[in-house]
């Protein structure tokens, strides 16, 4: 059978999905929502039979969609999901998932009343490196980790406020907390300490922390900090450093680099993260076997819990335990 997809978000992340979508067998991108009904037509032109919609509900009584795809940003979140829910559609959902912790956790009840079919855009799970990585540490001890996502503030106004996006630790950086929760484990604890130190001065409406560093405590006993900035021209960087009892594995985009006593080894991402994590979806919504989702929706929301925790840390002046 062929899968009829819907996508709703018009951006980036969204026509980056229905691309990849319709290069594959069985599949096609059937519908577009966006947040106008100009954007909505631009996207669903560029592929054949695509309609487009500028809300979640006249797509959906239009269109009889197998999964959905939701594209938006951290502050358009919950109507979208609620619709989704009351069809019983399975959706998989880029991150984060919202700016508060309330939403997500409403929603995930829903999910779970209907033991609906769901998944996370956290893509890094899916990369080669995090793979050779997981399989490492069964072997080693992790002491603790550094994680860092460095670069300049993305254009789009809802980023720059604390109320569109929840900040960078809550909207980028959480690739790296979700990436440390895989590979080494439970978040525990932490402490935040955020600061203003340049954007606001030279951009307007800046409302998010432009630097900030979090210490986190994990259940097995290993410490981590990740640090992030949106404040800088150059010299991006955004990756994972486990210190473990062999060395360190320092994760990235482009693979794990693992460095022992004497030795240097480098295991190269060639899989697509993305065709994976599409590959798993798809074969949950046809099989009903969610086995090779690495992050389900409940996942999902624990990442976003604890960058939700260093958010209020950072407001609060205290550790925070989850």
Not at 8 to 19: I, K, L
Not at 32 to 48: G, W
Not at 157 to 181: A, P
Request: aromatic content about 8%; overall charge negative.
């Amino acid at each position: 059978m062929t899968l009829q997809i819907g996508i709703v978000g018009t951006g980036w992340f969204g026509m980056m999905h229905a691309e990849k979508l319709a290069k594959l067998d069985g599949v096609n991108v059937a519908a577009f929502t966006a947040t106008n009904q100009q954007k909505a037509d631009a996207a669903a032109q560029r592929f054949e039979g695509a309609r487009g919609y500028d809300s979640i509900q006249p797509m959906l009584d239009d269109r009889k969609l197998d999964a959905v795809y939701v594209c938006v940003p951290p502050f358009a979140h919950g109507e979208i999901e609620s619709a989704l829910l009351e069809r019983s559609i399975p959706f998989l959902v880029e991150k984060p998932l919202g700016v508060d912790e309330q939403l997500p956790s409403a929603i995930l009840k829903g999910i779970e009343e209907k033991q609906l079919i769901s998944s996370v855009g956290y893509h890094f799970r899916y990369m080669d490196g995090t793979d050779r990585a997981r399989e490492l540490l069964r072997e080693r001890t992790a002491l603790m980790a550094l994680g860092y996502w460095m670069g300049s503030m993305p254009g789009v106004n809802w980023w720059r406020k604390m109320e569109g996006s929840g900040g960078q630790f809550v909207e980028q950086t959480t690739h790296i907390v979700d990436l440390l929760r895989y590979t080494v484990g439970e978040v525990t604890e932490v402490y935040a300490a955020y600061g203003d130190r340049y954007m606001s001065t030279v951009e307007e409406g800046v409302t998010v922390p432009d630097v900030g560093t979090v210490t986190l405590k994990l259940a097995g006993g290993a410490v981590a900090t990740i640090s992030n900035t949106c404040a800088i021209p150059a010299g991006d960087l955004a990756g994972l450093h486990i210190y473990t009892n062999k060395g360190v594995l320092e994760l990235g985009h482009g693979g794990l680099i693992d460095k022992e006593a004497g030795r240097k080894t480098e295991y190269a991402n060639r899989t697509d993260p993305y065709e994976l994590e599409n590959e798993a979806f798809l074969h949950a919504v046809r099989t009903g076997d969610a086995s090779r989702i690495r992050s389900s929706y409940a996942d999902a929301v624990r990442t976003h819990q604890v960058t939700i925790a260093a958010n209020l840390s950072a407001r609060t002046g205290q550790p925070v335990k989850l």
